[in-house]
């Protein structure tokens, strides 16, 4: 291979390299200053949230409230909006967001 050609192509690796950094600094940037916010904190559980959503605004442990819910890991809940989950269940959504009052409580 042609000393010019390995180095164009070393260069454009690099780019591509560098690029790819700087999105996933962005990304961990915009999500690191969303959750400092503490607007964000201890909020009161909606339908379009996701149990993690839920466990991160409540800073519980990942995974850690659907078995309280009884809900078991891998069923497909994970990240599907807590009124696609009550659906699922064939629940209300206000008793499902009711239960989830009740596990955040205990888990306190």
Known sequence: M???ISRKLLLTVLVLALLGAGFFMMKAVRRALYWADPQ???QAPEGWMTLGYVERSHRMA???LGPLLG???GSGAG???LAEIAEM???SL???LAAIDAA?????
């Open 94 to 96: 206000d008793s499902f």
């Open 62 to 64: 990942p995974r850690s």
């Open 104 to 108: 955040l409580e205990r888990a306190q």
């Open 79 to 81: 990240h599907r909006s």
């Open 40 to 42: 964000h904190h201890e």
């Open 71 to 73: 809900i078991a890991p």
């Open 2 to 4: 042609p000393r010019h």
């Open 89 to 91: 269940r064939g629940q």
